[in-house]
């Protein structure tokens, strides 16, 4: 036992799916009498929507501080991490579009039953739908948007609750002020219990994988390969465009730094990030990167990427674009522009409920899935290939993370440049 847990998860992952895929290949068909332990997976992962997404928004939003004193250090990396996160989710749903990953999969044989037409677009009914009326009803029935707009409330009212203590009694703001701070750490609390659950639950993705690839090559044969190759490659592309194109941008011409330095700096914050598919475990690399290696003072580096390892997933978001309109192409659901907003709205805005541990994305894809009638087996396809994935969208997650935090400093005169220049000389 010892010796399984001793070998990292990304290889026992990584082997699972070769195996499974081997397994699948052989058996044929009769691989899907093995399905029920991947469905048994996917339904913890969908146990697990609701809460983490709850408890991690709230919690994201908490860890502002406090609306007053965000100044200008908070205002301009959030706008920042938002402005990124839209991009990225348009690469997604671009790259999605141009390519169509999904296409040419025949998944009839899996009686999916008829897929309902979509209604006609009603920006009215969009706007009330947004409303949560019942917050209980909205998390029974895994209503996202409401869920997420309910949740961004809770926050800033946490928020304005540290706040907004000027008019009162001195006994009065400290009571207030100590009530809105166990209720902020309640909820930092809620959001590590369910990370934690999640750690735990993804112990099982090598059992889960090694079933429901067995199942999808055995039961859809070489196309599905095929298309979760193409989903593969597709994923890598966005990063590599993200962090070569629009970070690099960032870099040169608005925090006018030097490219190769700041990568040199930060090349050992991205191997950890890669190797380790979680941006919270990276946390304490990227700010000694931040620090040492590109020069940004201590508070403002301890601020943004803290921050940013909680709100801010532009590798994330595009894929979440990306493999939504996978799942769409792959059961044959059409989707209408005002499902499009809806995809790039939820995934810029689901990017920061995406706990930064390994496979929180893959939690946060069955939130935009539900949101737009994309089947939620597609998650049974994409399972298996999740982790290579994951590694690579953590990178650039990290990557974002650091690009903001040098932009905002270089605004506010805030990086030695010696630092820097160190760097650069590596």
């Known amino acids: 036992m010892k010796a399984w847990f001793a070998i990292p998860l990304w290889q026992r992952v990584i082997a699972a799916l070769i195996l499974g895929g081997i397994t699948g290949y052989l058996w044929g068909p009769g691989a899907e009498s093995i399905k029920i332990v991947g469905d048994v997976f996917i339904d913890f992962i969908k146990m697990l929507i609701v809460p983490l997404i709850f408890f991690s928004v709230v919690a994201g939003v908490a860890s502002i501080g406090n609306l007053g004193r965000l100044g200008s250090v908070g205002w301009r990396a959030i706008v920042l991490f938002l402005v990124t996160g839209q991009i990225a989710v348009i690469l997604g749903l671009t790259l999605g579009t141009l390519i169509q990953p999904g296409i040419g999969v025949d998944t009839s044989i899996l009686q999916m039953g008829e897929t309902p ?135 040169a011409f608005m925090a006018r730094v030097s490219i190769l330095g700041f990568f040199r700096g930060m090349i050992d914050a991205i191997a950890v990030a890669y190797s380790t598919a979680s941006s919270s475990a990276t946390l304490p690399v990227t700010l000694r990167c931040t620090q040492r290696n590109l020069g940004v003072s201590k508070p403002t580096s301890s601020f943004i990427v803290s921050l940013g390892s909680t709100i801010n997933m532009d590798g994330t978001a595009m894929y979440l674009g990306l493999v939504t309109l996978f799942g769409a192409q792959l059961f044959g659901v059409d989707l209408t522009w005002a499902d499009y907003f809806t995809i790039a709205l939820l995934a810029t805005i689901g990017s920061i409920g995406a706990a930064g541990i390994p496979g929180g994305g893959l939690v946060m894809m069955g939130a935009v899935f539900s949101a737009v009638g994309v089947p939620l087996e597609t998650i049974a396809f994409v399972a298996g290939v999740d982790r290579i994935m994951d590694m690579m969208r953590t990178a650039t997650n990290v990557t974002g993370d650091a690009t903001v935090t040098v932009v905002t400093a270089s605004m506010l005169g805030e990086v030695d440049e010696r630092e820097l220049a160190s760097a650069d000389d590596v």
Request: net charge negative.
């Open 117 to 251: 037409e979509p209604s006609a677009f009603d920006w009215r009914e969009m706007v009330r739908s947004m409303i949560p009326v019942s917050p209980v009803g909205v998390m029974a029935n895994v209503q996202v948007l409401p869920l997420i707009v309910f949740s961004l409330l809770v926050g800033v009212g946490i928020l304005l609750a540290r706040g907004d203590v000027e008019d009162d009694d001195e006994a009065e703001t400290d009571s207030g002020t100590r009530g809105a701070a166990m209720i902020a750490r309640a909820f930092d609390g809620g959001a590590l219990i369910f990370q934690k659950i999640t750690i735990l639950i993804m112990e099982l993705t090598p059992f889960g994988v090694f079933a429901l690839m067995a199942w999808v090559v055995g039961t859809l044969g070489i196309p599905a390969v095929i298309a979760l190759g193409k989903l593969v490659a597709l994923n890598y592309a966005g990063c590599f465009l993200i962090i070569g194109v629009m970070y690099a941008a960032m870099i």
